[in-house]
């Protein structure tokens, strides 16, 4: 049997390589090749596995290419620099790391909270020129003051920890924060407004989506408490970077200090050259410790996919064995749909999710399923999620998972899955199975009968059952030149509620949102994607 081949392609620890070797993989080490597009494209085609860390870029051109690649392991968490898309539609796997080095980077946040409030890289700066202004760097005392932590998922809430062994008053954002876990933790759970006019020192801990892309706007920077200081060792954009060096030259915030950037390598940026400014070139995860973490834990999970099929930390694939996939792939996409579509619809703070099985279905291997779901909900505000992950971050936002099976099946299929989500404002819920074709399609939504097919671009609507609206609606579809690839309604009874699921060829837009919700028989529409 040939061996598999991996390809390291960024500079790794020496022990991935050992445990590669050891595990009987041919392994070949070229740290620098990341950097060149076209000489990867051009060697990729002769590895099984691709071993990366920041440095390389894997685009769908250099995917095209990867006649033999299977895997893709990120040794680290952020894996924005793989095309995920592209690289699923090849079958290839993607892994990450997302726990080796959440110590590490929560150090860091917490040394640049040092820094900043003892402003000791000026200090050093100045003293080893030859000075000696020992009246010029004035400082602050952690202690007694607010730590504002924005995301308190594993590093954020190491962060928290980390403050309040400091004596520090810590108060915390986070929607999947449940107030259960807050007093675990020790951190006061506040609203996004509350914490910008509270904390003396805000520290970001929450990945980049379009939720969180510039949380501190200059809108929200300009509510910030006067004297404030900014720490970012998470993404860069979560930052507003323009607007915040107005505040630091007008004042109101006293110091920043950034490890991440909007672009990087950062050569030049904003906030460079301010004096109240601590600047790090992205080094979160940079200490040998968390090196040596992520490069064995990517060495070990790729080999034991080459070698035995087993997946784990994929962020395109749920972990289960090679010989439940064929039975299990339509139901991981069901239920990772489901939860999507209902993640979608929920914006208040989520207390459970609850997954029910019934039929066929309840005796499958429901723990990738029950994965695929969580991942589903949690992802349209966390997109670094996997299937793996997704329990633990669950968990650790004090989200209960709840699994319900029933052998025997109630209704008219042979397999039924159903999604209630749990929120602080209400319940949420939706079912769906998979027809022979092999496709997930939804079959209730609030209790309400449909038959509807997933598809890229759709259109959810609950409605008045009142003569007029199928008609207004569609024809507003018309007249905004977007067509219907699909129709499917459904109402509980003659006058009722009633709910129409639409997929659409055209992304939909705000503008048409509103006119649609504009319509007297509507009473919530919603654009959804998959």
């Not at 950097?35 to 990867?40: E, P, Q, R």
């Not at 980077?105 to 003892?118: D, G």
């Not at 920043?256 to 995860?285: K, M, Q, R, Y």
């Not at 962020?315 to 090679?322: D, G, K, R, T, Y």
Request: charged share 25%; proline share 5%; with cysteine.
């Amino acid at each position: 049997m040939t061996k598999p081949r991996v390809l390291i392609s960024d500079a790794l620890s020496p022990a991935a390589v050992q445990i590669f070797k050891d595990r009987g993989i041919d392994v070949d080490f070229q740290p620098d090749l990341g950097k060149d597009k076209d000489k990867l494209a051009a060697v990729i085609g002769d590895y099984d596995g691709l071993a990366i860390r920041s440095a390389t870029k894997v685009t769908a051109k250099i995917l095209e290419q990867a006649k033999n690649l299977k895997v893709i392991g990120r040794a680290g968490i952020g894996v924005d620099n793989v095309e995920i898309p592209a690289a699923t539609a090849k079958g290839v796997i993607v892994m990450n790391t997302p726990f080796g080095n959440s110590i590490t980077t929560a150090e860091h946040a917490i040394a640049m909270m040092f820094a900043l409030a003892r402003q000791i890289p000026q200090a050093d700066t100045s003293t080893q020129a030859g000075k000696w202004e020992k009246n010029r760097f004035m400082g602050v005392e952690l202690t007694a003051k607010t730590l504002g932590v924005i995301g308190c998922g594993n590093i954020g809430s190491i962060v928290a920890e980390r403050g309040i062994g400091l004596r520090m008053k810590v108060i915390a954002y986070d929607p999947f924060l449940s107030p259960e876990r807050a007093i675990e933790i020790g951190v006061e759970k506040v609203e996004l407004e509350e914490l910008l006019r509270r904390a003396d020192i805000i520290t970001l801990h929450v990945p980049m989506t379009e939720k969180t892309k510039n949380i501190l706007s200059a809108e929200n920077i300009a509510k910030t408490k006067k004297g404030v200081r900014i720490i970012n060792c998470a993404r860069g954009g979560l930052v507003d970077e323009t607007a915040l060096r107005a505040a630091l030259d007008s004042g109101h915030v006293a110091g920043a200090a950034f490890d991440v950037f909007i672009e990087e390598p950062a050569t030049s940026n904003p906030l460079f050259g301010h004096p109240n400014v601590v600047c790090t070139p992205h080094l979160g995860a940079a200490t040998t410790e968390a090196q040596e973490n992520v490069a064995l834990q990517v060495a070990e999970q790729m080999s034991d996919y080459l070698l035995q099929g087993a997946i784990q930390n994929a962020v395109n694939f749920p972990s289960i064995s090679a010989e439940e996939a064929p039975r299990l792939k339509p139901f991981v996409a069901l239920a990772e749909k489901l939860g999507s579509f209902l993640g979608q619809l929920t914006e208040a703070p989520i207390k459970g999710i609850r997954i029910e099985y019934e039929g066929a279905v309840a005796d499958m291997n429901t723990r990738a399923l029950t994965s695929a779901a969580v991942t589903g909900v949690l992802r349209p505000f966390l997109q670094d999620i996997n299937m793996v992950s997704a329990p633990v971050v669950a968990r650790e936002r004090g989200i209960t998972i709840e699994e319900v099976k029933r052998e025997n099946a109630v209704r008219d299929y042979e397999s039924f899955v159903r999604i209630v989500v749990q929120a602080e404002d209400m319940a949420r819920h939706a079912g769906g199975t998979v027809f022979q074709d092999g496709k997930p399609r939804v079959i209730e939504i609030r209790d309400i009968a449909v038959d509807a097919e997933f598809a890229p671009h759709m259109i959810y609507v609950r409605n008045d059952d009142k003569p007029g609206f199928i008609g207004r609606f569609g024809t507003l579809l018309g007249e905004s030149g977007v067509n219907v690839a699909t129709f499917a309604l459904g109402r509980d009874r003659a006058g009722g509620d009633a709910i129409c699921f639409v997929s659409v060829d055209q992304p939909v837009t705000d503008d048409l949102l509103r006119k649609i919700e504009a319509i007297p028989q509507v009473k919530r529409a919603r654009s959804v994607r998959f």
